[in-house]
């Protein structure tokens, strides 16, 4: 009987000696080993980066999702590395446990180990020491990388001589940059830094230059920024077709932190007037053509008129005294404040909104008057000396009326009119045309531009030789950005598209 039990005790132990060594290797207790491999910064899965322990297990490589898994490993405490060409190999300890999965996680470095830096940049344009450089420039200069597939980033550090400000511009692959709004007469240094985001940024050698002392812009409008209005200067592109560049040389003469507009360039005291918005009142100043020595004239008697967007004003054509509106009076006021006259006064009480001045016969001057509404508009010649009306150009037609210019020789007026008739509490303006009156003659025609239904051409003036006329487009739904053009007589090209999100022109 009790060799009997023996014989039964037997195979049950051999059961369970069976089952214990499925479950190791050799008698050892196993787990796995799992995880992921990316670029740090970046988080870009690695593939086929090797991954290896101590002590020694399975060596395996990473999959197209930088994943790996080592099964099959002895319980216990391991170095695991994650090498691959290029970048920093890298080393993490991970504690197998069995039957469990330890997770561990790569972020590889790249290595600069064989990665030469980039070329010092050459600093191209402006040359060192240059001067009279315009105030709009495109920065050039020039560099390289040993290693072609490094992607090089630029950063140009322009410092004001004068104020010490410094600006950074970015830019990644050009090697140029196009900065505007420069100041006039001062003095900037510059310097370049490259880096291929491997090494540590390579610097130029740092060059300065002096921009240009007088701006030689022939134009002058207005811009809207930061909810006021802002005067600028500019030019043109010499080319005359389609592709010619529009916003070129743009200077600001004005701060966004002042409500400055409707520009009046005169070419013999080389000044600008223009009205600005100040103590609740709009007043006339002046200021050179690049924007200093701004000087309020206007104080006692302001500008005033239906809607102050719509009042205009004038120069006396030498220079000399300024004329401009307050509701039914017309003024007249020296450059430097003194000498305010009351020139005219409307004799039913209407409103005068813009007046121009002859330049060949100082004595006449050309007026526009409205009603407070801004209709029932006249526009019509008055002799100051003898107190009399001499050519009416338009009246009794209903609808908008504006943008008023006479010749040298007063032979000639140009004007705008909404030829639609609309007559609307808002003063919305439909389908303003451009219209040129012959004073000898007594006869008007309009001047067939390029304006599409729906635009309306407005603030028209003629240019300096009456050549032509400047004016602006915009179209008439509420909200629309107005742009500037000009329009040559006599030739095949005969409007030029000039200045964008711009109104309000006047040029010498």
């Given amino acids: 009987m009790k060799q009997l039990k023996t014989l039964l005790f037997l195979p049950l132990l051999f059961v369970l000696f ?133 992607e090089l980033s630029y950063v140009l550090e322009l410092r004001n001589g004068a104020t010490n400000e410094i600006e950074l511009y970015e830019t990644v692959q050009d090697t140029f940059y196009l900065a505007s709004n420069l100041e006039l007469s001062t003095t900037y240094f510059w310097q370049v830094k490259v880096s291929d985001g491997i090494n540590d940024d390579v610097a130029s050698q740092i060059s300065q230059f002096t921009t240009i002392s007088v701006p030689n812009n022939p134009y002058f409008f207005v811009k809207e920024e930061d909810g006021n209005s802002v005067i600028y200067s500019g030019n043109e592109d010499d080319d005359t077709g389609v592709e010619a560049e529009i916003d070129v040389d743009l200077l600001r003469l004005t701060s966004s932190s002042h409500n400055s507009f409707r520009p009046r360039i005169n070419p013999v005291t080389n000044k600008i007037a223009y009205l600005r ?57 020296n450059p430097d404040g003194s000498g305010t006259v009351l020139m005219y006064q409307t004799p039913d009480g209407s409103f005068i909104t813009e007046v121009e001045e002859v330049a060949f016969d100082s004595d006449l001057i050309l007026l526009k008057t409205n009603n407070s509404s801004g209709y029932n508009a006249r526009i019509f ?60 003659t007594l006869t008007q025609n309009q001047l067939i531009t390029d304006v599409l239904p729906g635009q309306n051409d407005l603030d028209v003036k003629y240019a300096p030789s009456e050549g032509g006329v400047i004016f602006t487009r915009v179209s008439n739904n509420v909200g629309a950005v107005p742009h500037v053009y000009k329009f040559q007589f006599g030739v095949n090209i005969e409007e030029k598209y000039l200045f964008s999100a711009a109104s309000m022109p006047d040029w010498k």
Wanted: glycine share 8%.
């Fill in 381 to 440: 010649t008055y002799r100051l000396s003898t107190n009399t009306e001499e050519t009416v150009i338009i009246e009794g037609l209903p609808g908008a009326l504006g943008g008023i210019d006479i010749t040298a020789s007063g032979d000639q007026v140009v004007f705008t009119r909404d030829v639609s008739g609309s007559e609307n509490v808002d003063y919305r303006i439909f389908e303003s045309r451009v219209f040129i009156f012959d004073i000898p």
């Fill in 277 to 333: 918005n100040s103590g609740g009142n709009t007043q006339i100043f002046t200021m050179d053509t690049g924007g200093a020595n701004k000087t309020q004239v206007t104080s006692v008697v302001p500008v005033n008129g239906f809607r102050i967007n719509e009042v205009d004003f004038c120069w006396a054509q030498n220079g000399s005294r300024l004329y401009y509106p307050n509701l039914d009076k017309l003024y007249g006021v």
């Fill in 18 to 150: 069976t089952t214990c060594s499925e479950e190791r290797i050799d008698g050892n207790r196993i787990g796995t080993i799992k995880g992921k491999v990316v670029v740090q910064g970046t988080n870009s899965p690695l593939e086929n980066v090797k991954i290896s322990t101590n002590p020694v297990s399975s060596t395996v490589f990473t999959d197209v999702e930088g994943d790996f898994i080592i099964e099959n490993a002895i319980e216990g405490n391991y170095a695991v590395q994650a090498k691959l060409e290029g970048y920093i190999t890298s080393f993490e300890s991970v504690s197998v446990l069995e039957n469990t999965v330890a997770e561990v996680a790569f972020e590889l470095l790249v290595s600069n180990a064989n990665n030469e830096p980039p070329v010092v940049p050459n600093l191209v344009y402006p040359a060192d020491l240059e001067t009279e450089v315009p105030f709009e420039v495109e920065f050039t200069w020039e560099s390289s990388d040993p290693d072609p597939d490094d």
